[in-house]
């Protein structure tokens, strides 16, 4: 990508925060390119190249959604969602989880803000989408362009710190 208004990746990694609140305004169709470019080139297991994208940009569509998760009352405001669609016979969730940082770290780059969401009830998301019973669709991520005056999620802290995360050649 050279686009002179997106910040480096180690910037894009290091600042990116989840938001929840997004303005009242589509994401325009360049951007929205963009984030399916980049889920796009995720590598796969074995190049398989299994998992699909489910774009929502139906507001009906994401208020119905947000019925499927636990945690996703909130979703039906995001005004695009990206969902994650993996055949059972190939379920690898670490493919799904590249492809979609790819996408939230781009679109922070390009200024739009993201949330990765659980859908924990696959039957009501399946119905909701007609998606094959041999599919399903676990996670979203909602994207918006961000309000200024988001207020702070209650989740947020610091990560954990670099010595505990590490375990350097064997478990200590
Ligand atoms: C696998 C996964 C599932 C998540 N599911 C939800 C969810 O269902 N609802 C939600 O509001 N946030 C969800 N999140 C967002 C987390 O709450 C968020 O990543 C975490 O609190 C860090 O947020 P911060 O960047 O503001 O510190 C999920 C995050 C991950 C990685």
């Excluded at 669709?137 to 995360?165: F, H, I, N, Q, W």
């Amino acid at each position: 990508m050279n686009d002179s208004s997106s910040m480096s990746a180690v910037d894009a990694v290091l600042t990116k925060r989840d938001v929840r609140h997004y303005q009242n305004k589509p994401v325009s169709d360049e951007h929205r390119e963009r984030l399916i470019q980049a889920a796009r080139m995720a590598g796969s297991a074995k190049n398989a190249e299994v998992n699909r994208l489910m774009l929502i940009d139906d507001a009906e569509v994401a208020e119905r959604l947000a019925g499927a998760g636990d945690f996703s009352a909130w979703i039906g405001s995001a005004p695009l969602i990206i969902g994650f669609v993996t055949p059972f016979e190939f379920d690898r969730p670490f493919d799904v989880g590249r492809m979609a940082q790819n996408t939230m770290i781009v679109a922070h780059s390009l200024g739009l803000a993201t949330c990765p969401v659980t859908l924990h009830h696959e039957d009501i998301t399946r119905a909701i989408l007609g998606i094959p019973e041999d599919h399903h669709m676990l996670m979203v991520v909602t994207v918006g362009y961000p309000v200024a005056d988001a207020p702070p999620s209650p989740l947020k802290r610091v990560r954990v710190g670099s010595d505990e995360l590490v375990h350097e050649n064997a478990w200590r």
